[in-house]
């Protein structure tokens, strides 16, 4: 698609409830990103993902928290037993990493706002 | 480790007053230098970017100079309009050995400017 595409834009969900959000990132690019975003804060990174190497989980913040990349495209995000900390918004972003290129954008999508009741 | 420190708001101006948000950064390795904007409503968006000591980006007359010596990347304008009123983010990147680049975000800035 023309951008970074996430879904859903909203989910509300109960405590203890698991979910699943969902990155389209644009096409061609390698590199994929979920970053959190509370309320007032800034963005906390969660991990990335690049080609076919093994991704970056440095910040997951707790095992309820995974995330895959299938076939080097579509990424999920699942966050298990949901707390109600877990109340932000997550967003995707996505770059084109090639050699070569001293620097690469990353384009964001909408996000996702999770709110856990 | 990279971090990036920025300016706390939120910050409320007139329309047309002259506007810096400071952004200061450590890191390891030779960073990329990037502005983000995030208007209300809206996804990130990159605004500016710097790759080298003494570049200055610029975009919609905003401006932010590379400063290696005192790790440094303000953004300026010299007038701000209503319009301009969004979240700004200062980011930095550092090749990692093996791996893509990852960014590192600052905290945010609320910006308002009033009519």
């Known amino acids: 698609g023309a951008g970074v595409s996430q879904s859903p834009s909203n989910k509300v969900t109960e405590k203890g409830k698991d979910v699943e959000l969902r990155c389209d990132p644009i096409?061609?690019?390698?590199?994929l990103y979920w970053y959190r975003q509370s309320l007032g804060q800034g963005l906390e990174f969660l991990i990335y993902?690049?080609?076919?190497?093994?991704?970056?989980k440095s910040g997951l913040p707790s095992d309820r928290f995974s995330a895959e990349r299938t076939g080097g495209s579509v990424s999920t995000l699942t966050i298990q037993r949901t707390q109600q900390e877990d109340s932000a918004v997550y967003l995707c972003?996505?770059?084109?990493?090639?050699?070569?290129?001293?620097?690469?954008?990353?384009?964001f999508g909408q996000g996702t706002r999770l709110t856990v009741v | 480790g990279n971090s990036v420190t920025q300016m706390e708001g939120p910050v409320t101006l007139s329309e047309e007053a002259f506007l810096t948000i400071n952004c200061t950064y450590t890191?390891?390795?030779?960073?990329?230098l990037f502005w983000y904007v995030q208007y209300p409503g809206e996804g990130l968006q990159l605004l500016l970017k710097?790759?080298?000591?003494?570049d200055k980006g610029s975009n919609k007359g905003f401006e932010a100079t590379y400063r290696k010596e005192t790790t440094s990347f303000h953004l300026e304008k010299g007038s701000v309009q209503v319009s301009d009123s969004a979240v700004y983010f200062c980011?930095?990147?550092?090749?990692?050995?093996?791996?893509?680049?990852?960014?590192?975000f600052g905290s945010g800035t609320q910006l308002t400017v009033l009519p």
């Open positions: 710097a790759t080298k000591a003494d």
């Open positions: 890191a390891t390795g030779y960073p990329s």
């Open positions: 980011a930095l990147s550092v090749r990692r050995l093996g791996s893509a680049r990852q960014l590192t």
């Open positions: 972003a996505s770059s084109l990493v090639a050699s070569g290129l001293s620097n690469t954008e990353a384009f």
């Open positions: 993902f690049q080609g076919n190497s093994a991704p970056d």
């Open positions: 096409s061609g690019h390698t590199a």
